[in-house]
């Protein structure tokens, strides 16, 4: 019973959502190109992850991604995400994850 407790817990604790993340982690462009690229702000990967999904819900409420593509720009890394927007349209979003890309 013990273990059941514990895992339920663990289940209820992961299905939580994050909390909304501050204005100051995104800086830079509008993400409509690389070169208007949206800035994450931080070293941490798992927060960098969020913070991409956070911003494109608060910029596109209701929309959905679809696909995913890491870039590398010079010594920059960019991911690119392509998303249907809440009246079926397909966008694109760029984002500079330079600062947290490849840290685990």
């Not at 409509?32 to 941490?44: E, F, G, L």
């Not at 249907?84 to 500079?96: K, L, N």
Request: charge should be positive; hydrophobic fraction near 35%.
């Amino acid at each position: 019973m013990r273990t059941f407790t514990i895992l339920l817990a663990l289940t209820v604790a992961c299905a939580r959502p994050e909390p909304p993340l501050p204005a100051e982690l995104y800086t830079g462009g509008d993400g409509t190109s690389c070169d208007q690229a949206v800035v994450i702000n931080t070293r941490d990967h798992r927060r960098g992850i969020h913070a991409e999904r956070d911003w494109l819900q608060r910029q596109q409420p209701g929309s959905r991604l679809r696909l995913q593509a890491l870039h590398k720009g010079g010594s920059k890394w960019y991911d690119v995400l392509s998303y249907g927007t809440a009246d079926g349209q397909t966008r694109q979003v760029c984002f500079d994850i330079t600062a947290f890309y490849g840290r685990f």
